[in-house]
């Protein structure tokens, strides 16, 4: 079993939809999640933190349910500038472990 | 500020070849890394260095090896390269301290082994 498991999409929804991904994690144990994001080609970078009682910025709300060991991202209003593929990350000894990332496609 | 650069950012090697990745970062990182990323894997960390002097192996380390060469470089060696190794190859940095365990990528290097 993968350490972090994220659908691979891809997700394809019009311009103003509200969009979701879940990611599980296997290490009860972790402390620490993000969501990175990587636009086609590039390298990824941090979208977001994820605290335990969830948090927002912007148009972008994460979860975090520890009990079931899954972490969410919720994208409202969707923009085309946000199609990009959706990394899951979360902390482990010394280092970060990624998830494959979902891909967001948002079309006119 | 530069943050994390990468040279070079393209490749091709023939089977049995050797070459040196190079990474700096100007952002007095403690920690930094190198991952390897292919199609529906994500990335995997191949070595990390977590403050100058040491260097630890991650998740593939077979066929690579490292060197911290002072606080703003970390270089990734294939000695001889395998078609296996056919990848995208991005370094990171990190403060890695507890308030802030992000982590900030270069633009990658993409190899192609033959």
């Known amino acids: 079993r993968k350490e972090v498991e994220q659908d691979p999409g891809p997700f394809n929804v019009p311009e103003g939809a509200t969009v979701a991904f879940n990611c599980t994690y296997s290490?009860?144990?972790?402390?620490?999640f993000f969501w990175y994001r990587q636009d086609c080609r590039k390298e990824p970078k941090l979208l977001m933190s994820?605290?335990?009682s969830g948090n927002e910025d912007g148009r972008f709300t994460a979860q975090l349910n520890r009990a079931s060991q899954y972490i969410s991202l919720l994208i409202r209003d969707s923009k085309l500038s946000d199609s990009a593929t959706y990394l899951c990350?979360?902390?482990?000894?010394?280092?970060?472990?990624f998830g494959a990332g979902t891909r967001l496609a948002v079309h006119p | 500020n530069a943050g994390v650069t990468q040279t070079p950012k393209f490749q091709v090697l023939k089977t049995g070849q050797s070459m040196t990745l190079q990474c700096a970062q100007d952002?007095?990182?403690?920690?930094m890394y190198w991952y390897r990323q292919d199609p529906g894997m994500g990335l995997r960390l191949i070595y990390y260095?977590?403050?100058?002097?040491?260097?630890d192996k991650g998740e593939v380390p077979n066929g690579y090896n490292v060197s911290r060469l002072n606080k703003r470089e970390f270089s990734l060696r294939l000695e001889s390269a395998a078609p296996s190794q056919t990848s995208v190859y991005f370094c990171?940095?990190?403060?890695?301290?507890?308030?802030?365990?992000?982590?900030?990528f270069g633009p990658g290097t993409r190899l192609t082994v033959t």
């Open positions: 290490n009860s144990a972790s402390q620490s």
């Open positions: 260095s977590a403050s100058e002097g040491t260097t």
């Open positions: 952002m007095n990182h403690n920690s």
């Open positions: 994820v605290y335990s």
């Open positions: 990171a940095s990190s403060e890695d301290r507890k308030s802030s365990y992000e982590q900030y």
């Open positions: 990350v979360v902390r482990g000894y010394n280092k970060l472990i």
